[in-house]
């Protein structure tokens, strides 16, 4: 339990710096989606209260350089600490328009690569693509942040968040976030 706090606090304290590093001078990208704006709530549809597939996403202002995309999906009021929700890695380094209900695939057609998301059960067969929100109780944020990097990462299907970010430390051109919240009716938590 120690060693997985200490790792907990290191990956936390690590993820501040690359905050901290990019908030100062690096571009913003914006990502929006038409289902939502941010601080508003996501709809249902887009939760595991329904039909739990990911919501449609566009990303804009990409920086001149960028070479690859990360879009992470997480949860910061998890009872545990932050969690998982989505990695997707390797989107082309341009502006980029997801379609609602992006496949849970390994390999995307067009090159993005699905990260291991936080409801994996067992490492050696990582769970991929989106699992929507699903707060045991409360309302909970839900932060979709994405990543501009100078070089694609060479990273297989189901890589870790702590890998890619380990991979993207010393890549990072320019990132943005949208934010959604979600709280779940009380007859639908099981």
């Not at 057609?109 to 990582?126: E, K, R």
Request: aromatic share 8%; with cysteine.
């Amino acid at each position: 339990m120690r060693v997985f706090l200490a790792f907990s606090c290191l990956v936390f304290v690590f993820q501040i710096g690359l905050a901290d590093t990019n908030s100062k001078d690096k571009p913003i990208i914006k990502i929006t989606s038409s289902a939502f704006k941010t601080g508003e709530a996501i709809p249902k549809k887009y939760t595991c209260d329904d039909s739990d597939v990911s919501p449609p996403l566009e990303i804009r202002s990409v920086p001149s350089g960028t070479r690859s995309l990360v879009l992470i999906m997480e949860d910061p009021d998890a009872p545990r600490g932050i969690f998982v929700h989505w990695i997707l890695f390797n989107l082309p380094g341009t502006n980029q328009t997801l379609a609602e209900k992006v496949p849970s695939l390994a390999k995307l057609d067009n090159g993005p690569i699905h990260g291991q998301n936080g409801f994996t059960q067992s490492p050696s067969n990582p769970l991929l693509g989106y699992n929507g929100p699903c707060p045991p109780e409360g309302t909970h944020r839900y932060f979709f942040r994405v990543y501009a990097l100078n070089t694609v990462l060479n990273l297989q299907p189901g890589a870790t968040k702590n890998q890619i970010l380990v991979a993207m430390k010393d890549h990072l051109i320019g990132e943005g976030f949208l934010m959604g919240r979600y709280t779940r009716a009380e007859k639908e938590k099981k």
